[in-house]
């Protein structure tokens, strides 16, 4: 098993990366909570396959377990479900000591961490992760939270996990669709701070779409690397974090404007990092050849990269200016210099209304 840990003085924690290890949650949890009641917060496409699985596991382990299931989708990462599973963990009698698993991708984990972050003033939770999105991005980090009608994001908390159980053989009944959506987590990754992994990207296509174990475990731990590198130096978003938000403005601009329904997360992320790369490359901040290799790479992964040609961007900007980034009009844009390397640049929005243009 490889181990990455994030290193937040008495919230540090480990990343733990494995094939077939979701069955062992039980023991580790053993020897890392002292906790009673654990609830298994999950829907039911995840629970299916693994909910029963990880049930039994910690149930052998001596703790009880209270599966709480919950409607699948992002349009459900709402105040009303966390009231539902308020709802559940009282009636269960969970207390301060008890713990909390998310066990499915980024929704049911943003959704968990909120509900550990304000249940009794806060409990325990553990992440277990089982999109490409959430092993390498969500799960990390402790960014939790719910959508407001106005806006992705908009209620949330940073409440770091206790761990993060990552069992890479759960990818193999991701709809493959997820799984492109979460490479561009990892492409991102590769642009702002790992030309290496940017590389092995563009080399390596054929053998991670196949799932191959060896490349898997290479880009979810370098990927939690850099993420954990990020997080440990800037933990609430003051400085360094922001680079994580590469192709994200406009990312979550699409999303919004969209509805939440045309776009998976990673696919609205490819669209923003494209745009945002072609800026860099309008601004003189990177040549045309370097914003060449990252279409490319998003080309090569079947991700969109184009501004869809019916949008409101009107109503893109307007989100872009309520964006919690947003500053007196002004935004921070991360724009790449090279692969590998981004800055934050601020800027006045009306100065990306060309590169908004549908293709
Ligand atoms: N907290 C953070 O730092 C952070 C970072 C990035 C994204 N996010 C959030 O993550 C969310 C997107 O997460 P996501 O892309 O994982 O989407 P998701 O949680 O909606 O999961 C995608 C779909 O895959 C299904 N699924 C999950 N695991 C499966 C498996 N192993 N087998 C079969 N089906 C499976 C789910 O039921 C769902 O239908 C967004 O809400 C986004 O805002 C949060």
Redesign the pocket.
């Known amino acids: 098993m490889e181990k990455v840990r994030v290193n937040l003085q008495e919230r540090s924690y480990d990343i733990c990366i494995g094939s077939n290890i979701i069955e062992k949650i039980g023991p580790k949890l053993k020897s890392l909570s002292s906790c009673r009641k654990i609830a298994v917060i999950s829907?039911p496409?995840?629970n299916r396959?693994?909910g029963k699985k990880v049930l039994n596991s910690i149930k052998s382990s001596g703790f009880d377990a209270i599966p709480v299931i919950i409607p699948?989708?992002?349009k459900y990462?709402d105040i009303s479900i966390v009231q539902k599973i308020y709802g559940e963990l009282l009636k269960h009698r969970l207390d301060r000591k008890s713990a909390l698993i998310a066990l499915?991708?980024?929704?049911?984990?943003?959704i968990t961490?909120f509900a550990a972050s304000t249940y009794m003033r806060g409990i325990d939770y553990i992440q277990i992760?089982?999109?490409l999105?959430?092993q390498v991005?969500?799960s990390?980090?402790g960014?939790?939270?719910v959508?407001h009608k106005l806006g992705?994001?908009m209620i949330g908390t940073f409440y770091q996990p206790k761990l993060v159980w990552i069992d890479i053989d759960?990818?193999r009944?991701?709809?493959k669709r997820?799984l492109l959506?979460?490479l561009a987590?990892v492409i991102k990754y590769g642009v702002i701070w790992d030309a290496k992994l940017f590389a092995f990207l563009e080399n390596n296509r054929d053998k991670i779409i196949s799932l191959d174990r060896k490349a898997l475990t290479y880009l979810i731990k370098r990927s939690c690397e850099i993420k954990a590198a990020v997080v440990s130096k800037d933990e609430r978003e003051s400085g360094l974090r922001a680079i994580l938000n590469y192709g994200h403005t406009i990312g979550h601009a699409i999303e919004t404007a969209t509805g939440y329904r045309k776009y998976?997360?990673?696919e609205a992320l490819a669209i923003g990092m494209r745009i945002e790369a072609r800026l860099a490359e309008r601004l003189g901040f990177i040549t045309g050849r370097t914003a060449q290799r990252i279409k490319a790479l998003i080309d090569e992964y079947c991700l969109p990269s184009e501004m869809p040609a019916k949008i409101n961007l009107k109503s893109m900007m307007s989100s872009m200016q309520l964006d919690k980034k947003s500053v007196a009009g002004e935004l921070k844009f991360i724009l790449p210099e090279r692969i590998g390397k981004v800055r934050i640049q601020k800027m006045a929005l009306k100065v990306l209304s060309t590169d908004l243009r549908p293709a």
């Open positions: 829907n496409a995840v396959f693994y699948d989708g992002e990462k499915g991708g980024g929704v049911i984990g943003d961490g992760p089982t999109t999105l959430a991005d969500s990390v980090g960014k939790t939270g959508n992705k994001n759960t990818l009944t991701l709809p997820e959506a979460g987590e998976l997360h990673g």
